[in-house]
């Protein structure tokens, strides 16, 4: 049985510095078994950011043998919470996968609990009740500068404040008019532990507990107090809560303890660590702002498509296993950054791609009539649902008949330079149908194109090429009489800038994206997607991934919400990346491989349309990537010169890595001649992006990456073979990194003196000596932590 848990928790180790205090704690036998919890408030929906808490606090649960994760909700605020939000949070932590089994809590059920432990603080001289009002308790507790006073009542007698204290809960005094307080330290460097407040009046009906109460208590208080009455035995919070921790180890250490339901459990000795919390780009992350969004009527709902909460990504399309693959992809570390959406992005397209058939749906509508087709000719061309690098199996038939309908802008009367698709006298290839030729276009009153003549090739069906004939574009497109009506939401960002709360001018609502969603009222789908129930997946091709609205669509009454482009086509509206599907030249369509290459790609290959190329593109770019992917100025300029190195950088980006972390290792790493040839080396920009991304998930550090970065442009090859060959993985496991520390500081005596006699500036001999000992391998940021606190720890 040990050696079970210790394989597995190895496993879980070497993941996250969490998962490592955890693993340790087990080994050195702190506990039998550990208990996380995800503590919601339930007083909005739970967003993408508290799936990364439950994919961590659940994830932990399931990896580490007997051990559980509670579901804890955090309603001690009565002005606030709902149990509607109750009910949301319960439906998305399922959705999400996860189970609490009878391990379902409400902080508010303890609130009994935590009165008498009010009490009992009273009674050992541990807290008072202050009859000052908050603003006098607020001025009285001084500055950083300056030590806090004590109020007029800090000397009551024990017996008056618990007197008062009954007095309250039973109703007898005004909202405000005294506040129970712990008796800690007037003069802590720690501002929580001036004699914080615990307990507040408030005569308000609580959700749950209706009017039992008058007093609540607040947050710091009853965290604590939830945790250690269910001997949770790590409590992950994010880290905004680190100088809270003093504060909840004092009331850990002080509640009274035994057995029986209204003590805490004489073991129980919760531990607080804290970790980065999510903040993902062009969103807004807290459930007050996202309110406002759903208050003001700026969404249509806590589950708008476009909303980042669990609900609304649902009802975008989005899976559950995409949203663990995006936590996991982001990791868990201590540095709090803000997240490309563009990750986010990756994760569900790469799960779609697996699960979402292909079909064809045309937007925007524009006729086309095959002159040279007989009039009643229906033929089933046998189309398949899947791409050869999806295992799966299945077709659908598709009609072709003499009226079809192709993308409107899939036709230029004037086609601009470099523009492949279809044009007067041009040919193209209708997917898996035939090669069309326009002959001709009639137009309205307006002048308006309104239908094209063409002419088909009976020898060219399905992508058989006895033609021979180099055809560059291939388009999507449905029959006419065949095609069914559908509605099609098209979301996009719901800011337009990465950052709405950057600048903090009270008005985030100001950047909204107003073309967030764009609604499509009359598109045209093939008619195999008929009665599709809501929720059912596809790729629409050349189009994106879609889903049937679960609320809005019925199978006779389709709508279509679109859950995510095909690429990124933010990073690239002008982009220079290879555009298959408008045909500029390719060599995998090269006329001597194309017997065994159809000229058909592969639908995933088939790439979203992007605008036409036009002058200036990479001047476009180039301001794309300062202003909206934060590369800073200089690494942009260099990162446009050209398209091959622009097209290198995107390859990169794709491959799920920051946009910041990539330019610096291109521009900054690699070596200029190599730079000016990226075409001709070894290496890719996949595996230039499969790199950056482990330097942002802290698995090796910029100088492994580098020497990585110097055997793939020498030799090619995948980075993280390199990484393990090389033995470069990064330690970020606590004990290591701690005993170096202890070991460095023990050395240097006198050195760590000399800093306290203030010379702050030996921190970097300290870190550094650590870094050697672990072989350059240690992670510096926890390091250089850990450094700090053990010589502020050790000093105080
Ligand atoms: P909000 O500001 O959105 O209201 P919160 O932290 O107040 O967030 P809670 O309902 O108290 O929301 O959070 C429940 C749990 O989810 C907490 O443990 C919290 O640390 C975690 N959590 C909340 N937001 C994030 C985030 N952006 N990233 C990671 N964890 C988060
Ligand atoms: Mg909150």
Known sequence: MMSTGTDIGHAAAGRDFIRSIIVNDLEAGRHDHIVTRFPPEPNGFLHIGHAKSICLNFGIARELPNARCHLRFDDTNPETEDVKYVDSTIEDVRWLGFDYGEHLYFASDYFEQMYAFGEHLIREGLAYVDSSSEAEIRDARGTVMEPGRPTEYRDRPAAESLDLFRRMRAGEFADGAHVLRARIDLASPNMLMRDPILYRIRHAHHYRQGDAWCIYPLYDYAHPIEDALESITHS?????????????????????????????????????????????????????????????????????????????????????????????????????????????????????????????CVLRPLRVVIT??????????????????????????????????????????????GFFRLAPGREVRLRYGYIIRCDGVVKDDDGEVIE???????????????????????????????????????????????????????????????????????????????????????????????????????????????????????????????????????????????????????????????????????????????????????????????????????????????????????????????????????????????????????????????????VLIEQGGDPRTIVEKRGLRQVSDEAALSSAVDQVLQENAGKVAEYRAGKAGLLGFFVGKAMAKMQGKGNPAMLKTMVEERLRGEQG
């Open 372 to 417: 040279n087709w007989p009039e009643d000719r229906v033929e089933q061309l046998d189309a398949p649902f899947w791409p050869h690098d999806v295992p799966k199996e299945g077709s659908r038939p598709v009609p072709f008949s003499r009226e079809l309908y192709i993308e409107r802008d899939d036709f230029a009367e004037d086609p601009p330079k």
């Open 452 to 710: 094209l003549r063409c002419t088909y090739d009976p020898a060219t069906r399905g992508g058989s090429s006895e033609s021979g004939r180099n055809v560059k574009g291939t388009l999507h497109w449905v029959s006419a009489e065949h095609a069914v009506a559908c509605e099609v939401r098209l979301y996009d960002r719901l800011f337009s800038d990465p950052d709405p709360e950057a600048v903090d001018d009270g008005d985030f609502r100001k950047r909204l994206n107003p073309d967030s969603l764009v609604v499509i009222e009359r598109a045209l789908i093939e008619p195999s997607v008929a009665g599709a129930e809501p929720g059912a997946r596809f790729q629409f091709e050349r189009l994106g991934y879609f889903t049937a609205d679960i609320v809005d669509s019925a199978p006779d009454a389709l709508v279509f919400n679109r859950t995510v482009t095909l690429r990124d086509t933010w990073a690239r509206v002008t982009g220079a990346a290879p555009q298959k599907s408008d045909g500029r030249p390719d060599r995998r369509t090269a006329p001597s491989r194309r017997k065994a290459q159809p000229e058909v790609d592969a639908p995933e290959k088939m790439v979203a349309r992007a605008p036409d190329p036009r002058d200036g593109r990479l001047e476009g770019r180039r301001r794309r990537l300062t202003a909206e992917m934060g590369v800073p100025a200089e690494q942009a300029e260099v990162l446009t010169r050209d398209a091959a190195i622009a097209a290198f950088f995107d390859a990169a980006v794709d491959a799920g890595a920051t946009p910041r972390t990539v330019a610096k290792l291109i521009v900054n790493d690699m070596p200029r001649e190599s730079r000016e040839r990226v075409g001709e080396l070894p290496v890719g920009g996949a595996a230039i992006g499969a790199l950056a991304h482990m330097i942002d998930s802290a698995e090796i550090s910029s100088s492994a990456a580098r020497e990585v970065l110097a």
């Open 236 to 360: 992950l919070c994010t880290l905004e809560f680190e100088n809270n921790r003093e504060l909840y180890d004092w009331i850990v250490a002080n509640v009274p303890r035994g057995e029986g339901d209204m003590l805490v459990p004489p073991k129980s000795r919760p531990r607080q660590i804290e970790f980065a919390r999510l903040a993902l780009d062009y969103t807004v992350m807290s459930k007050r702002k996202l309110l406002q969004l759903v208050n003001q009527g700026d969404v249509s709902g806590w589950d708008d498509p476009r909303m980042p909460t669990i609900a609304g990504l649902r009802r975008r399309g989005v899976t559950p296993e995409s949203l663990r693959a995006f936590c996991e992809l982001i990791g868990v570390a201590k540095a709090n950054t803000r997240v490309d959406i563009a990750k986010l992005e990756y994760a569900i397209r790469d799960d779609l791609n697996q699960r979402a058939p292909r079909v064809m």
